[in-house]
């Protein structure tokens, strides 16, 4: 009878293992680890400048201040519902992850009260099985829900980063690596889980499940897209850490590239609804409905009625813990960037099974080390509680809390050891190394958290025994260890220091927390970059530091340039040519290129590689003739709504491979003039290269010309020149800055109006010129 048992055992395992993917095809959709050289065509950056095109103007006149106000208000509708999406999300990932450990610590305590060994057994086939799932969602079915995801979001466009089922892949992916034990946390991938969130609603759903809705397709920009990634991100640390404004400082501090004060607002209302969100779950759960749920699935780490102040004495000591989290951060940094980078060149390229038994040999490992050092540690007797406070020694199996009786004689004790790595929170350095980086969604706050608070707290113990007469708590030189740490890992700052605090509910010790963060982060930079970054870099996604490098101010835009050829593109071309050119470079945007009366070539605008192809697929603007059209005069007004050309939202959109023309369709024309952005932005050509890069960081460029220095001014836009109110004339707008200019030098009433004469005289004749120079080529003559 046993004997069929196993048989049928091993026939079970057999087939879930034959079904178990052995290779990585295209399902990675070019997401994962990305090639440094190679990997560009998965990654490309995003496009926040606004192509003003003649389909842009189109659209821009029908609207009128109704629709203006309409957008208004439905970027802040969607800033509630991200709120409200992510909170829940949060919600329930936290309610599954601590309902699994809760079972599974109540039949693991329940088991070990007859054999310890069957409990152990039993515990390490609970993780492994809830591992398991989690790696087989990854590799199977969401590969790019792998990790963090937070260096994949930071103002670049991964191909299938931000899809309906990488969003599931990480919320359940989530719910079985945390809920397994493994080293890691489920805070980053909150990040990831609200930026996914956030671009399904901009983008109206998902088109290939069919959950798509005509109604939400409102933002279609680059733009405006990220702007909600950007509200997805801050709601996802909100609900992490129950932090909004820590939530608002984040998304301005490490994922956003271009932050203004109206996203501020809308940042700081969804990261509001959050809080709102996760405080009514938890109030409601309070009531017992969500079974084995605590305070557990949420960071809470209130020390309000801790340390009341500290002496100057002590700020040695706390600089200390700062050199240690920077150190240590730099060390854990550069382990995981060889532990990465090791996984990538060697084993992961062997296929998705050796990934599913990598994760698998982890939670065995972990398993065991969590399992059985507290066996090694004697119990201590509970202290004495007040009823009051609700908190029992030792805490019931199953629930959250401290004061674990795990291998104890006696009913009222507890086992240390036990109560840290019995909980849904605990990690610690060498796993925290290893771990991350496997195949399943994984954060790396707590980690850190528990990391740092361990030498904080050894610090501590050595100033109390130190400084006996002074009132010091090892907890608040534990907080402050948990600050240092994250912040030589991730060097984060401000952001950091707010979530520490709100967490932590004691605006006493913001000074100090301060303190240490600037330490920790100088130490850190000192030896390596931070964590996020150095994962970017070895993901191969172009992320712009904070600051050029130094080298860069004796560097000029054209030697930044290169050797590499500029392919630029004539006004009008033949449609073979426009598909040689798309096949053999793989730029995204093109110079156009035309000549002016006196046949003097020109540069009359920029056109982008995605433009081009929808031209191509459509074939609606193929022309006989290799004459310009004139869209100004009526005879051939634009056929394509300025919508039309923006390229889908995270996924890999149209290529010249899905368009299939014919030998006809080869020997036509297209008039690119209507279709590119006649105002692309350009600096000269002896500009420092720090100063270009401080454009493209600060205005969010993907493009940018560098052309000859120009050999006249034809005018200057000052301060004052901008400060146009609505409905005045721009024509009223020179007058009377030349009038308050005139007035300025004392010259009399007459002179002031002679001036005015001559400035409008000025304006008539010259009102050729000034039109945007894509308009007069549109009107020229050619015949």
């Known amino acids: 009878m046993l004997s069929n048992h196993l048989q049928n055992g091993f026939e079970t395992a057999k087939l879930v293992w034959s079904q178990i993917p052995n290779s990585e095809e295209a399902e990675h959709e070019g997401v994962g680890l990305l090639s440094t050289s190679g990997g560009s065509s998965s990654v490309e950056s995003l496009d926040y400048e606004v192509i003003e095109n003649y389909a842009y103007r189109e659209e821009q006149a029908q609207r009128g201040k109704l629709y203006v106000g309409y957008s208004v208000v439905v970027k802040w ?35 070990i009260q007859k054999s310890y060994f069957a409990g152990f057994l039993v515990y390490i086939l609970i993780n492994l099985i809830l591992v398991f799932s989690s790696v087989y969602i990854i590799t199977k079915f969401a590969p790019a829900a792998a990790g963090s995801g937070i260096p994949e979001i930071k103002g670049v466009d991964i191909h299938g980063i931000l899809l309906f089922r990488t969003l599931i892949g990480k919320i359940f992916g989530s719910i079985g ?52 990634v950007t509200c997805g991100c801050a709601a996802g640390v909100a609900a992490a850490f129950r932090a909004p404004v820590g939530g608002v400082l984040f998304a301005l501090e490490e994922v956003t590239s271009w932050w203004r ?29 969500c079974g084995h749920f605590g305070s557990g699935g949420f960071i809470i780490w209130d020390i309000s009625d801790g340390q009341e102040d500290y002496s100057f004495e002590e700020l040695l000591p706390m600089a200390v813990i700062g050199v240690i989290g920077g150190l240590l951060g730099a060390l854990f940094n550069q382990l995981t960037l060889y532990m990465t980078s090791w996984r990538r060149n060697y084993l992961h390229k062997k296929g998705n099974r050796v990934k599913i038994i990598e994760a698998c040999v982890i939670s065995v490992i972990t398993s065991v080390i969590s399992f059985g050092l507290p066996l090694l540690r004697k119990c201590s007797p509970c202290p004495e509680s007040d009823l ?18 795990f291998y104890c004689s006696k009913d009222k004790e507890y086992n240390d050891l036990a109560t840290i790595f019995f909980n849904t929170q605990v990690m610690f350095y060498t796993l925290a190394v290893v771990t991350f980086g496997i195949a399943v969604p994984a954060g790396q706050f707590v980690p850190g958290i528990m990391i740092g608070s361990t030498y904080g707290r050894l610090v501590g113990m050595f100033v109390v025994n130190f400084y006996k007469k002074l ?56 030896f390596s970059e931070g964590l996020y970054e150095e994962q970017a870099h070895l993901r191969g996604v172009p992320l712009l530091e904070s600051r050029p490098k130094y080298k860069m101010r004796q560097m000029t835009a054209k030697e930044a340039c290169g050797a590499q050829k500029v392919v630029s593109l004539p006004r009008i071309i033949k449609v073979a040519d426009v598909v040689s050119i798309l096949r053999t470079n793989k730029h995204n945007g093109f110079p156009v290129i035309d000549h002016s009366r006196n046949g003097e070539r020109l540069v009359i605008g920029l056109v982008l590689r995605s433009h081009l192809l929808v ?38 959109g149209l290529s010249i491979d899905d368009i299939h023309l014919s030998s006809d369709d080869m020997e036509m024309y297209i008039d690119l003039g209507p279709f590119l952005n006649p105002s692309p932005y350009v600096v000269p050509e002896d500009m420092s290269l720090s100063k270009v890069y401080n454009l493209f960081r600060q205005l969010g460029l993907r493009h940018i010309f560098v052309v000859p220095r120009a050999s006249r001014v034809i005018g200057l836009i000052t301060r004052k020149d901008l400060l146009i109110e609505d409905g005045e004339d721009s024509t009223t707008v020179e007058l009377q800055s030349t009038s308050v200019r005139s007035s300025s030098l004392g010259l009399t009433k007459n002179r002031i109006k002679r001036a005015q004469r001559r400035d409008k005289s000025l304006l008539t004749r010259n009102t050729e010129a000034e039109l945007p120079l894509l308009n007069g080529l549109l009107v020229e003559d050619h015949n």
């Open 177 to 228: 690596s945390v809920g397994g034990g493994l080293a890691l946390g489920k805070e980053g991938p909150l990040v990831h889980t609200g930026a996914c969130i956030a671009s399904l609603l901009g983008q109206g759903g998902s088109t290939k499940y069919h959950l798509r809705y005509r109604w939400l397709q409102v933002f279609r920009s680059d733009r405006d897209r990220r702007d909600l």
């Open 77 to 111: 509708f969607f800033a509630l519902l991200i709120g409200i999406g992510t909170g829940l999300a949060a919600v329930f990932i936290n309610i599954s992850v601590e309902n699994f450990a809760g079972w599974k610590f109540s039949l693991t305590f329940s088991i």
């Open 261 to 289: 004060s109206q996203l501020m607002w809308r940042v700081f209302f969804t990261s509001a609804i959050v809080a709102v969100v996760v405080r009514s779950a938890m109030g409601w759960c309070k009531s017992g409905k």
């Open 471 to 526: 009132n010091i708590e090892e907890g608040t030189y534990a907080l402050l260890g948990a600050a240092s740490f994250l912040g030589g890992s991730m060097r984060m700052t401000v952001s950091l220091c707010v979530i520490m605090v709100e967490i932590t509910n004691n605006l006493k010790f913001l000074p100090l927390i301060m303190l240490v963060l600037l330490i920790s982060k100088a130490v850190g930079d000192a």
């Open 615 to 652: 031209l191509l697929q459509s074939k609606v603007d193929f022309q006989h003739s290799p004459l310009p059209c004139d869209t100004r005069g009526g005879s051939k007004p634009i056929s394509h709504s300025f919508s039309e050309f923006v390229k889908p939202a995270s996924s890999k």
């Open 388 to 405: 009051d406070s609700g908190i029992e020694c030792p805490r019931p199996p199953g629930m959250y809390g401290n004061y674990v009786n």
